[in-house]
């Protein structure tokens, strides 16, 4: 199903679909921080960068409900490393990868977002479920 994109005559690739403006946050927010940031943004996660720039982990909403239901509000992120709201595991794909293995990725890994990399590891987006959505909308007319 997935098309070719009618003025190139390739397929669509992560990099037509991803979020470009990133908000991300690092190790030394505290929880109250990041809550702020996310909901400030309207945004249900968001990358955690080192000082260097390169991608440590991820943060979700749902994560940061815990800590914060555990009354954790002023602790840092880098203190919750190894639990639920630091996960190191961060499925990463490449700008120049097609949509469907976005697509796939978050739907068989039961993920509600992807970081998406150039080819030196650095951070370049993000893809949502919404962002793929989106592209589905638009790639079937509706």
Do not use: C
């Not at 190139?8 to 690092?26: E, F, R």
């Amino acid at each position: 199903m997935e098309k070719e994109n009618q003025n190139t005559g390739k397929t669509s690739q992560v990099s037509d679909i991803m979020s470009k403006t990133l908000i991300t946050v690092s190790l030394n927010h505290t929880v109250k921080e990041t809550l702020k940031v996310l909901f400030d943004n309207k945004i249900s996660g968001a990358p955690i960068l080192t000082n260097e720039g390169k991608v440590e982990g991820l943060v979700s909403t749902l994560d940061l409900l815990v800590a914060s239901g555990l009354r954790q509000f002023d602790i840092k992120l880098y203190e919750l490393t190894g639990t639920l709201a630091v996960k190191k595991d961060v499925f990463k794909i490449y700008e120049d990868e097609p949509v469907k293995n976005a697509l796939i990725l978050i739907v068989t890994k039961h993920i509600g977002r992807v970081i998406v990399l150039d080819h030196s590891e650095h951070l370049t987006g993000i893809v949502t479920r919404s962002d793929i959505l989106k592209y589905y909308v638009k790639l079937l007319n509706l």
